[in-house]
C-alpha cells in the first residue's frame, strides 16, 4: 500500500512539473500567413497570449559570423507591425513601417518590451500559489470569510502607455513659380497606449498636424503628402464583448481594399467567426486611387472567418456603400473580399467593386459596373523564394498624388494587366525581387510591358546599414513613365537613426506631365537621455512641375509609464 502511495505521488509530481514547464514556454516567433495592403496576418492570437497594441518586427535570421554582428543586426529590423485585433489562432496587424515587401512567410518577433511583458504574465498566472476555498459540511461560514486570499497583479498590459510628443518647425524655399518662403509649427505625436485606464481602450499610430494656418500656397510636398498616409487609431476590442469598434485615421480592419478612411467604425460580433458592421470617413490617403480631399465613404459590411493558419483558413467580406463629394452622392458602390490560404505555402485574394456613378456635366455617361478588381496568388516554396501572380483593373482615371511614385507607395498602381513576380533571397542577406507584366486595355493601341526590378542587401559588410535600390519602367492605360530609386538607412540601437531616399522619376499621364524630377529625403532621429527626443531632416525636389527644399526640426519627449520597473519587479 505504501509503495502504490509513492507511485501515485511521484506520478502526480511528475505530471505537475511537465505542465508548470510547458506553461511557462512563451512563443515570441511568428510567422505572416497572408498580406494584404497595409496589414497581414500571422500565425498567432490568444493561445500565445497576444492581445492588440503589441508591436512586431521583422526577425533577421542570425548571421554565421562574430557574436558582436549578431548583436548589431539585432536591431537591423526592417519592418513594424500594431497588432489590430486578436482571434484564438490568428491575428490581424497594421504594417506601420517597412523598408521592403512582407512576403508570407515572414518571421517576425515580439518588441523586447511586449516579450518581458508575456513573460512576467506567464509567470505570475503559472508560478504563484492561490489559497482555494475549501469547504466541508461542518464548518464554519465565518471562518471562511475571513480566509486569507491573496489579489492577482494587473496584467502588464494594462493601462501601459509609450510614444512620444514633440514641436515641430518646419520651412519651405520654393525657386519654382511658387517662389517665396513660408514656415509653420506643428505638432507630432507617436504613440502606443493599451488597455486606457483597465479598459479595452487602445491608441496607437502617428499624427503630425499644423499649428495656425499654412502661408504656403503651391502643390503639397512630398513631406507633407506623406504625413497624411500614417494612421492613428482608438480602437475598442474586448474578447468578453460581442461589440468592437475604432475611429481615427485607418483600414477597414476586415475591407483594406477601401483603403484608408478618417473616420470611425463599429461592428457586432454575430458569432465566433461572424461580424457585421458600419464604417464613414473621408479618404485623406494621397496613394489612394480615388484620391479627393472632399470625397467621403460611408457603408455596411458582413465577415466571415474560419479555419486555422496551422491548416486551412478563409476570409469572406461583403458590403455595400456610397461615395460622396462634399456630401453629395457621388456613386453607391457594393465590394467584396475573398482570402484563402493554406499554412505559409500558398494564398489567395481577390477584391472587387462594383458602383454606379453619377453623370458629370460634360462628360460621357458611365453605366453600373465594374469599378476596380485586384487579385493576386502568392506561392512560397521555401522561405528563401517567393512567387507572386497578381491582376489588376481599375475603370476611372486615377486621382492618386504623383510627386509619390519615386518613394514606391504607388507601385501597386503602375501595373495594371496581369503581372507575375519573383523574390529570392541569397547569400550575405542579398535579395533580388522582380515584377513583370504586360498591361492591354481598351483605351491602348497595343499591350505594352511594365517591370520593376530590385536588390536590397540587409546589411553592408560590416556598417549594418541597410541598402535598396530600384528601377521600374510602365506604360498603363492611364500613364507611362519610369523611377529610379536608392535608399540606406542605419540603427545605432534606440539612440541613433539615419534613414535617405534619392531617385528620378517622369510621369505622364492626362492630368500630370513630368518629363523628369530628382528628389532627395533624409531623416536623422537622436533619442538622448531617457526622454527627451531630437528629430530633423529635410527634402529637395527639382523638376519641370516643383522646385522646393524644405526642412524640419522636432524636439519633443518620450514617454513610457512602465519604463522604471523591471519587468521581474512587477507585483
Known sequence: MRNTFRSVIAIWLSMTLVHAQSADEVKTEFHIRYVAGGSVYIDGGRNAGLTAGMRLNIALPPSPSSEAAQQQNAVAASAELKILSVAENSAMCEVLSA????????????????????????????????????????????????????????????????????????????????????????????????RINGTYWNLSGY??????????????TIQNLMSRTYHLTLSYDNPNSKWVMGMGRMYLPWASSLDTIDGGYAGRKLSEHTVAGV??????????????????????????????FEAVHTMTTIGMGVAM????IDRPFVFAENTIAYKQVFSVYDAVQ???????????????????????VRVLPSHRIGLDLNYSYFRDIPTYDPALIGTGLLDKYLFQGLSGGVRVEGPKRLTFYTEVGRSTSSRDSGSSWNTMYGVSLARLWKTGARLDARYSTFNSAFARGSYRSFSISRNLGDILMLQVQAGQQSFNSSFSRDNGSRFLNSMLEWNFGSRYFVDNGFTIQHGATQNYNQFYVTFGYRFDNRSHQRPEALP
Open 354 to 376: 462594383i458602383d454606379s456613378p453619377k453623370a458629370q456635366p460634360y462628360m460621357p455617361a458611365v453605366s453600373m459596373g465594374l469599378k476596380q478588381a485586384f487579385a493576386s
Open 325 to 328: 463629394e462634399q456630401w453629395s
Open 279 to 308: 464604417f464613414a470617413g473621408s479618404t485623406p490617403d494621397p496613394t489612394s486611387w480615388n484620391y479627393s480631399p472632399h470625397r467621403e465613404i460611408a457603408g455596411g459590411f458582413v465577415s466571415f472567418d474560419h479555419g486555422s
Open 207 to 220: 499624427w503630425r498636424g499644423r499649428i495656425g494656418a499654412q502661408s504656403y500656397s503651391g502643390p503639397s
Open 99 to 194: 523598408s521592403r515587401d512582407l512576403v508570407v512567410g515572414d518571421v517576425v518577433t515580439l518588441g523586447h518590451e511586449d516579450a518581458a511583458a508575456l513573460v512576467t504574465r506567464r509567470t505570475l498566472s503559472n508560478s504563484r500559489m492561490y489559497p482555494a476555498v475549501i469547504s466541508f459540511t461542518d464548518g464554519d461560514p465565518m471562518d471562511e470569510d475571513v480566509r486569507e486570499e491573496t489579489p492577482r497583479p494587473p496584467l502588464p498590459e494594462v493601462n501601459r502607455a509609450q510614444g512620444r510628443i514633440g514641436l515641430e518647425y518646419s520651412g519651405i524655399f520654393n525657386s519654382g513659380q511658387y517662389g517665396g518662403g513660408s514656415s509653420e509649427l506643428g505638432v507630432v505625436f507617436r504613440g502606443d497606449i493599451t
